[in-house]
């Protein structure tokens, strides 16, 4: 079975996409591109700059820019932004010759694992939470609409989570793996 030429990771804040996606990329062999870093090494400003500056129309602008830009790519997991989905434009990009993991978490995880994070400007609010469930009711639908693989990360390493979606999406043997990570891939 040859792998996907892409493997996209959705889902929300807080979710583990960057983590996971740069562990699974290393897994398989595969580049690791992080739409919301290579938008800010662009930029040469982060996002709380660019969402003060431009307001959230122009991160979103920039997003979509990035997303057709990255659907493009072979032989790569790319780690999106949460609210990358929001635009019914971007999902011909996302899903462009991809495999599409959600990487869902509850709303409980999310708030611990963004709770002490200043570079998400969405969440600088007195009720961090209520936020993150009032975005978690808009675009769990369409993450899992979207997604060929749900994988949840609660209370999971980011290992284990790997070791579960390799074997979802490539189940062969560790040799038959290691052996496909020094020939360099084998995608489609
Ligand atoms: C956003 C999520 C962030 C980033 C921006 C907006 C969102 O990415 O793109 O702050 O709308 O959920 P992460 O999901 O990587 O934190």
């Not at 431009?54 to 830009?69: C, I, N, S, V, Y």
Request: hydrophobic share 35%; net charge positive; aromatic share 4%.
């Amino acid at each position: 079975m040859d792998l996907p030429k892409r493997i996209v990771l959705v889902g929300p804040m807080g979710a583990g996409k960057s983590t996971i996606g740069r562990l699974l990329a290393k897994e398989l062999g595969y580049g690791f591109l992080d739409s919301d870093r290579i938008i800010e090494e662009r930029c040469g400003a982060n996002i709380p700059w660019i969402f003060d500056v431009e307001g959230e129309e122009g991160f979103r602008h920039r997003e979509t820019a990035m997303l057709g830009e990255l659907a493009g790519k072979a032989g790569v997991v790319i780690a999106t932004g949460g609210g990358a989905v929001m635009k019914p434009e971007n999902h011909e990009l996302l899903t462009r010759d991809a495999l599409v993991i959600y990487l869902k978490a509850s709303i409980e995880q999310q708030v611990e694992r963004t709770r002490k994070d200043r570079n998400r400007p969405l969440l600088q609010q007195d009720d961090p939470e209520a936020v993150l469930r009032r975005l978690f009711e808009i675009r769990n639908p369409i993450y899992t609409e979207l997604a060929d693989i749900v994988m949840f990360t609660d209370k999971k390493s980011p290992r284990l989570v790997v070791r579960q979606l390799i074997n979802k999406i490539h189940p062969r043997t560790p040799r038959q793996r290691r052996n496909l990570k020094k020939e360099g891939r084998n995608h489609a």
